[in-house]
Each structure stands twice: as C-alpha cells, then as structure tokens.
C-alpha cells in the first residue's frame, strides 16, 4: 500500500533533493567555459600540406585567411576551410628565420595590398657563421629581413611582380637567433622606422660601495654589437 507524504515530509524530501542535486553539481568536474555566442573555434587548415611550418596569420574581409609558412610558402583558406597556396618566396631559411608575417592594408577592398615580412635569399653563404673571426669573416652573413608590400590578386594568389620594398631590418645571419615580427598596417602615409638592435648582453656589473657617503656610480660596459639604424627604402 503506498502512502501520500504529508506536506511537511514532502516539503522536506524536496529540500534534501534540491540540495543533493546542487552537491552533485558542484562534485563534478569543471568543464571549459563555453564560447559567447558570437565566437565560434573552427579548424581552417591542419597538417603539414595545409599549413607548412605556421608562422602568422591574417583574416581577410571575406573572411578568408592568409597564413605564412617559413618555408616561404603563403597559403589561403577560404572561409569554407579550403586551402590553396597563394604564393611562394624565395627565403632564407637557416635557423628561426624565413617567411614570418603577413599583414592586410585597411584598404584591401580596393587597393587589394598585403605586406609580407621575410629573409630574402640574397648571397649569404649556407650553414653557420663562424663562431670567431674578424669583421671580414662575418661581412658574408650580413642580411636583413625585408618588410614588402605585394598585391593579392582576385583569384587569391600573390602577385610577386608588385613588390614593393618598405624596409629593410639588418640581421646577422648563420647562427642561432630569434625572430620575431608584428605587421601592423596603418593608413598613415609613411613610416617610422626605428633603430634595429642586434646585441650580445654585456655581462652583469658589480658595483663596488661607495666609501665617500655617496651613491657609488655603476660601471659601464659596452655591448659586443650597437643598434643599427633601419633602412627605409619607400613610403608605406
């Protein structure tokens, strides 16, 4: 025989059930966030064919996306997720350096302008620089990396006939360096181009204590390499 609860067992047993179910809740596993609902994650290219070694990317007004390979390869995924290569340079490879960014110009719906940033070949010598020498040992791995302005035709592919050299960043070549950049394009009608540093950390100073009562004056020491101004070679 089954007994109806009466009111103040029933509204007990839904007390205990409600805090039950909240204690359940909270022994469980905290999952990731989910997304506002105006993002979505989606997967455009995947793999060494559709992606090469990533360096950057941008998205373009269509939606499609530009992304760099430091192999020199530019590549296109459209916003359906197929991916075409745009374009190829010919890149200096050796360590960390190659193809790296890419940029859009605020005006891309009718100037079609990209800006990519990258090691041209030029004649530096393969392999390592030496690890001492003389300045004439080194002269041959004197580099830069290149800023340049390129159009991208309708089809989505690079135009390389169209380009045209913004600024040259002088790079010491052959031997084990990070490089990194960050391609912002402004509507701006031409550049700042600010001092490139490449330097070996001097070592750490110790300062002795000052016996006349004053602050005692560091010692400076010289870095091995001082920064070198940055080559403009056109207007952005």
Do not use: W
Not at 61 to 79: E, I, K, N, Y
Not at 158 to 171: F, G, I, M, Q, S
Not at 174 to 197: I, K, L, Q, V
Request: hydrophobic share 35%; proline share 10%; with cysteine.
């Amino acid at each position: 025989m089954h007994r109806r609860l009466n009111r103040p067992l029933a509204a007990l047993a839904s007390t205990l059930l409600a805090a039950a179910g909240a204690l359940g809740a909270q022994q469980e596993p905290a999952g990731a966030a989910p997304a506002a609902a105006e993002f979505q994650q989606v997967t455009l290219a995947k793999g060494v064919a559709e992606t090469g070694e990533p360096m950057t990317l941008a998205v373009l007004p269509d939606r499609s996306v530009l992304h760099t390979s430091r192999d020199g390869t530019l590549r296109l995924t459209d916003a359906a997720g197929t991916t075409k290569v745009a374009g190829r340079l010919n890149v200096y490879t050796h360590d960390e350096e190659g193809l790296q960014g890419v940029g859009v110009d605020p005006g891309f719906t009718t100037n079609r302008f990209v800006y990519l940033y990258y090691a041209p070949q030029l004649s530096t010598p393969a392999g390592d620089a030496p690890a001492n020498g003389s300045t004439a040992d080194f002269a041959p791995f004197d580099g830069v990396n290149r800023l340049s302005r390129f159009v991208l035709r309708t089809d989505g592919t690079l135009d390389t006939a169209t380009e045209k050299k913004v600024l040259d960043v002088p790079a010491s070549r052959g031997c084990a360096a990070m490089s990194a950049e960050t391609s912002t394009s402004t509507p701006r009608e031409t550049c700042t181009c600010p001092p490139a540093t490449t330097a070996i950390p001097s070592p750490p100073t110790v300062t002795p204590p000052s016996t006349s009562g004053r602050p005692a004056t560091p010692p400076t020491t010289p870095s091995a390499r001082r920064a070198t101004p940055t080559t403009c070679a056109a207007k952005c």
